[in-house]
């Protein structure tokens, strides 16, 4: 086994000092990434419909040229997606919290559906629009409580692996509504274009029934105070009894970590920004990181992939856009696999050098030789699908890792619509810019191949951002997540950190709100973890009969 392929088995083998089995929430955290499917798919659908000429003769306006589609209706039609999902994942946070997480997704689904149902019927560009937002106001939704779901209810030795697949099934639904898109692209009637549409009820029906039979997560439980349910929807996801130490010892952690973090100010919007412990760097942290995923310039391809490669003069675009597609998808397992044994910022440094990279090539390459025929599209093609194997590998999935990890949980949900919204937000303004910026014409830019200056130097500021901002959040508890930020001042010191505090023995032992632990209690931690006494180390007699069942669990891992 060479020394890359142990790395990324070491990052998805279980500790042998892991209690329980992770295989439930490993599968119930696989299904839920479906959720990102509806996304992906929905994207790709519309990015292979806009060239289709049965779509332009449907709704074209101009009397002209009835295949004429303007630049502003393909924004208002990109974009408007982009507009509901900053509503939806606005909208997320009082329902999530309301609802609870599993509820609320279902909720986001029905919306879904039925601004698929406003799509395929539509006749007239106005009524396409508002399905489209509708789509957008539930994929909004789903895009902040998914991952949210995932981390929530993930054993902390593969939470970034799984959050990782909500990217993974975007990706797929990418690819698959290439393959729709290539096989209807043909079709003369209006059935090209109504056919991708109709199939996400497919995707949508199958998460539905699947979210009608899937627990709540215990975070969310314990936040309303419902104990007992949450230690049955652990014991589901652990596969332990409720009366095992191991169980019983992740929720009392879990508790007391939040009634510690309600110690230290209510929960409310204001919070987000300005609470503690450093909950508005958390935010800041997020919200840059969903802002630079879209400014890398990874939906300029997924949206306007085809009609770009069409203008720049290349034959066969959907193929091409196929191709891509299927290197997006192969290229996020790479990022699952490493995502927990190199961590997320060597991912995000290095994934960042290499867009960065790849975006000045095409960019040197278009506007030294506008006209490219041969070799020249050839390098086109191949830096473009170098910059999605990065993108996916790196770009696509972690910010959604990061994001949702880094929030305490009495504003989780808050911090996260709000960070998933400033990605929304400039995805919408992406979207609705981006023909303007690269269409030949009156009122557009025509910057064709020279956008890609503008996204490599936004990709040498997200490296930039991620040294000094992003700390490392693997191998970690959510809860001792709090501790890191608490202790650690500097985002590239967060490698070195080793957990110590314990928020159940805190609150036992009385430790103050302000997080600053006596020297006494310190020390008196340490012995409670290792069954020593500080008077007479070993000796049995000195120990309580609480402290030798501590000392009898050993080394088994009590902290997710």
């Known amino acids: 086994m060479t020394s890359a392929a142990a790395t990324a088995w070491k990052g998805w083998k279980k500790p042998d000092n892991v209690a329980g089995s992770s295989a439930p929430a490993i599968m119930v955290g696989l299904f839920v990434a479906m959720g990102g499917l509806l996304f992906g798919y929905d994207t790709g659908t519309i990015s292979g419909i806009l060239p289709m000429k049965a779509f332009r003769l449907q709704f074209s306006t101009d009397s002209g040229d009835p295949t004429y589609i303007s630049p502003a209706q393909s924004s208002q039609v990109v974009a408007i997606l982009s507009a509901g999902t900053f509503f939806g994942a606005l909208l997320a946070a009082p329902i999530g919290d309301r609802l609870g997480r599993r509820i609320s997704l279902i909720i986001s689904v029905i919306i879904f559906s039925f601004g698929v149902v406003l799509q395929t019927c539509a006749m007239q560009f106005p009524l396409l629009v508002a399905g489209r937002f509708f789509a957008g106001l539930g994929v909004g939704i789903i895009s902040v409580l998914v991952p949210l779901y995932q981390s929530e209810m993930a054993p902390k030795w593969i939470r970034g692996t799984l959050v990782c697949a909500y990217q993974l099934a975007i990706t797929a639904g990418l690819l698959l509504a290439s393959v729709v898109n290539l096989c209807t692209q043909h079709l003369e009637s209006a059935n090209s274009f109504r056919i991708p549409f109709a199939l996400q009820f497919v995707w949508a029906g199958v998460l539905f029934m699947g979210l009608i039979l899937l627990p709540e997560t215990p975070r969310y439980l314990i936040k309303r105070g419902l104990h007992t349910d949450a230690a049955l929807s652990l014991s589901r996801l652990r596969r332990l009894d409720i009366t095992h130490p191991a169980l019983i010892e992740e929720l009392a952690e ?9 110690s230290l100010g209510p929960s409310t919007y204001r919070d987000t920004f300005v609470g503690s412990p450093h909950l508005g760097r958390r935010l800041f942290t997020g919200c840059g990181l969903q802002m630079l995923q879209q400014l890398s310039g990874c939906n300029f391809l997924f949206y306007y992939g085809t009609t770009f490669f069409s203008n720049i003069g290349i034959s066969s675009p959907f ?97 996260m619509s709000i960070s998933t919204a400033s990605n929304w937000i400039f995805n919408f303004a992406i979207g609705y810019g981006t023909p303007y910026l690269v269409s030949p014409g009156k009122g557009s830019a025509n910057l064709a191949s020279k956008i890609f200056f503008v996204w490599g130097g936004f990709c040498v500021m997200a490296f930039v951002f991620v040294w000094a901002i992003v700390y490392e959040t693997s191998k970690i508890s959510l809860e001792q997540i709090d501790e890191m930020y608490e202790r650690v001042d500097h985002a590239w010191n967060s490698r070195d950190f080793q957990p110590s505090w314990s928020f159940q023995e805190m609150r036992d032992e009385g430790a103050s709100a302000s997080g600053i632990q006596p020297v006494e209690l310190q020390e008196d931690l340490t012995r409670r973890r290792t069954g020593t006494s500080s008077s007479a180390t070993g000796s049995e007699a000195t120990l309580s009969e609480e402290d030798k069942i501590v000392a009898q669990i050993g080394n088994v891992d009590l902290s997710y």
């Open 319 to 415: 193929i091409i856009q196929l191709v891509m597609n299927i290197v997006n998808v192969v290229s996020t397992i790479p990022g699952m696999m490493l995502v927990e044994s190199l961590g997320r910022r060597r991912l995000l440094m290095g994934g960042a050098v290499g867009m960065a990279i790849c975006h000045l090539t095409i960019a040197s390459v278009g506007t030294a030789i506008p006209n490219a025929k041969g070799t020249g599209n050839l390098v086109l093609i191949v830096f473009a699908c170098c910059y999605i194997f990065f993108f996916a590998s790196t770009w696509g999935p972690v910010p959604w890792v990061v994001t949702s990890e880094i929030y305490p949980l009495k504003v989780r949900a808050k911090s």
């Open 254 to 262: 879990i508790e007391a970590n939040h009634e510690y973090e309600l």
